[in-house]
């Protein structure tokens, strides 16, 4: 998918979105994420441009600042 705008537990994000079998992979900014106050193994409602809300719960949240990489299922 790429670059876009995207609503992670409602609130909009600038993220990279990689699409792939069995999930979704996000990296956002790092302070996006410390915004955000969430954890792995919360769900969450993902709204993804021209697309449903699916709620999708977080796997594995790796951070290297300046960038946070989600692992969305």
Same mark, same amino acid.
């Given at each position: ?8 537990? !409602?609130? %909009?994000? +600038? ?7 069995? !999930?979704?992979?996000? +990296?956002? &900014?790092?302070? &996006? $994420? ?5 954890? +792995? !193994? =919360?769900?969450? %409602?993902?709204?993804?441009? !021209? =697309?449903? &809300? %699916? $709620?999708?719960?977080?796997? =594995?949240?790796?951070?290297? %600042?300046?960038?946070?990489?989600? +692992?969305?299922?």
């Amino acid at each position: 998918m790429g670059s876009a705008t995207i609503h992670l537990n !409602g609130y %909009p994000v +600038e993220a990279f979105v990689l699409e792939r079998a069995g !999930g979704v992979r996000v +990296e956002v &900014d790092h302070d &996006d $994420w410390v915004r955000l106050r969430l954890a +792995e !193994g =919360r769900k969450v %409602p993902l709204r993804l441009p !021209g =697309r449903a &809300d %699916p $709620w999708v719960t977080i796997s =594995r949240v790796t951070e290297i %600042p300046p960038f946070a990489l989600l +692992e969305l299922r």
